[in-house]
């Protein structure tokens, strides 16, 4: 990894740095620890993301808000230049809705939800449109390199995938549209990451799937999100500072090694959902099932 010349003010978006909220950390001497290592690898800010999950982790937003202020209160005092925010890692289950009148946000209107490991996708899709349907919440989906139903089938060049994401407004608006025959025709239109992002979704990486803590077969599949440019943003997912310290390293190594310092940089800055369209706003003619051309942004698409 390159050497920092100056602070790169890193956003860390997803962390379990919270003291005795969920398997994070235990206590408040390992949130300090976590702290020390994000400063040292140039972090500035913190989304602090405990796991919510109905009769595991009850955790109440006002709970997080608390345990939030107390940290921020204990960093301030201690000299770690960490600003910390609150968030969730919510569970992607039937309870989740309910938890959602008073949602903590990871930034904007984003909550970061993490999917169940073994479920299909056609049901992930209708509960994250049952999730999202008359809400104004963007789902950003935890991990995704970590879950065998976003799987894509890589016969198909990845340059191709990244055209077609940006086709759907998510990279850059004035990327060539494909044609509504593309559209039609792409053999990956029906796989789990496309129909999510046409739903609004957003993708959140693990910088640890790049150094294997999670196996080969996720780092790999994490390889190819980033070079299909399906990544929002990259987090820790930090747990405990001992994992940390291992993977920090290796993983920015990987991920600068693939995708060069300066997305590095931007994957891990602030992000702001203004940059990342809701849904794809204008196919301009290039409609297919439900990419029909004129939809607005803010307006959900029913997968099924
Ligand atoms: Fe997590």
């Given at each position: 990894m390159?050497?920092?010349?100056?602070s790169?003010?890193f956003?860390d978006?997803?962390?379990?740095?919270?003291p005795?909220?969920d398997?994070?950390a235990?206590?408040?001497?390992?949130?300090?620890?976590?702290?020390h290592?994000?400063t040292e690898?140039g972090f500035?800010?913190?989304?602090?993301?405990?796991?919510?999950?109905?009769?595991s982790?009850?955790?109440?937003?006002?709970?997080v808000?608390?345990?939030v202020?107390?940290?921020?209160?204990v960093?301030?005092r201690?000299?770690?230049g960490?600003?910390i925010?609150?968030?969730a890692e919510?569970?992607l289950d039937?309870?989740?809705t309910?938890?959602?009148?008073d949602?903590?946000?990871?930034f904007?209107?984003?909550i970061l939800?993490?999917s169940?490991?073994?479920?299909q996708?056609?049901?992930?899709?209708?509960?994250?449109?049952r999730?999202i349907?008359?809400?104004?919440?963007k789902?950003?989906?935890a991990?995704?390199e970590?879950h065998?139903?976003?799987?894509i089938?890589?016969?198909?060049?990845?340059?191709?995938?990244?055209?077609?994401?940006?086709a759907l407004?998510h990279r850059?608006?004035?990327?060539n549209?494909?044609?509504k025959?593309?559209l039609?025709?792409?053999?990956i239109?029906d796989t789990?990451?496309?129909?999510?992002?046409?739903?609004?979704?957003?993708?959140q990486?693990?910088?640890g799937s790049?150094?294997g803590?999670?196996?080969?077969k996720v780092?790999?599949?994490?390889?190819?999100?980033l070079e299909?440019?399906?990544?929002?943003c990259?987090?820790t997912?930090?747990?405990h500072?001992?994992?940390?310290?291992k993977f920090?390293?290796q993983?920015?190594?990987?991920?600068?090694?693939?995708?060069?310092?300066?997305m590095?940089?931007h994957?891990?800055?602030?992000k702001?959902?203004?940059?990342?369209?809701?849904?794809?706003e204008?196919?301009?003619?290039?409609g297919?099932g439900?990419?029909q051309?004129g939809?607005?942004a803010?307006?959900?698409?029913?997968?099924?």
């Open positions: 390159t050497e920092l010349t100056s790169p003010d956003a978006h997803h962390c379990h740095i919270l005795g909220l398997d994070g235990n206590e408040l001497s390992e949130s300090i620890e976590i702290a290592i994000l690898y500035t800010e913190v989304y602090c993301t405990p796991h919510v999950l109905k009769g982790y009850d955790n109440h937003p006002d709970r808000r608390k345990s202020n107390d940290l921020e209160e960093f301030y201690s000299g770690i960490l600003r925010h609150g968030g919510y569970y039937e309870y989740l309910d938890l959602l009148r949602p903590l946000t990871v904007d209107n984003v939800v993490e169940p490991m073994r479920i996708g056609d049901v992930i899709k209708g509960m994250l449109y999730l349907a008359g809400r104004k919440l789902p950003m989906i991990h995704p970590r065998e139903a976003m799987e089938d890589f016969k198909m060049k990845p340059g191709r995938f990244k055209r077609f994401l940006e407004g850059d608006k004035s990327a549209r494909l044609s025959s593309d039609e025709n792409c053999d239109a789990l990451p496309v129909s999510l992002r046409r739903m609004g979704c957003m993708f990486g693990n910088i790049f150094a803590i999670y196996g080969d780092r790999r599949r994490a390889a190819n999100f299909c440019g399906l990544y929002d990259l987090g997912d930090a747990h500072p001992k994992e940390l310290v920090l390293k993983g920015f190594g990987e991920i600068e090694r693939m995708a060069g310092r300066d590095l940089t994957f891990l800055s602030r702001k959902t203004e940059k990342t369209p809701a849904i794809f204008s196919t301009a003619g290039a297919s439900n990419a051309a939809m607005k803010g307006v959900v698409n029913d997968p099924r």
